[in-house]
Nanobody, 119 residues
Framework: QVQLVESGGGLVQAGGSLRLSCAAS????????MGWFRQAPGKEREFVAS????????NYADSAKGRFTISRDNAKNTVYLQLNSLKPEDTAVYYC????????????WGQGTQVTVSS
């Protein structure tokens, strides 16, 4: 089992920045890919970014490229999502998730952290 706890969300003005954290417990993450997703009010959940824990190779949704950065700290078993140049349309609940790289589906999910960007 992998338990995921997000933190770092909050209220920020447009153009500001936040760093979201996702602390993982229960297992080492060397065989996992970690992802960030978000869900805005009235919209579907969407993929934001992912990182291969072992290699630190990353993938980004087109909407995230250039503004968001995913990273991981192996010693702390934590994955981060740096949010820069935030826009009101980035307002959403942000979730971290984990999947074994051999599987297609993310298995473990955190409870989410709210990001609100005011205009």
């Amino acid at each position: 089992q992998v338990q995921l706890v997000e933190s770092g969300g909050g209220l920020v003005q447009a153009g500001g920045s936040l760093r979201l954290s996702c602390a993982a417990s229960g297992r080492t993450l060397s065989m996992y890919t970690m992802g960030w997703f978000r869900q805005a009010p009235g919209k579907e959940r969407e993929f934001v970014a992912s990182i291969n824990w072992s290699t630190a190779s990353t993938n980004y949704a087109d909407s995230a490229k250039g503004r968001f950065t995913i990273s991981r700290d192996n010693a702390k078993n934590t994955v981060y999502l740096q949010l820069n140049s935030l826009k009101p349309e980035d307002t959403a609940v942000y979730y971290c998730a984990a999947r074994q790289r051999s599987l297609l589906k993310y298995e473990y999910w955190g409870q989410g952290t709210q990001v609100t960007v005011s205009s």
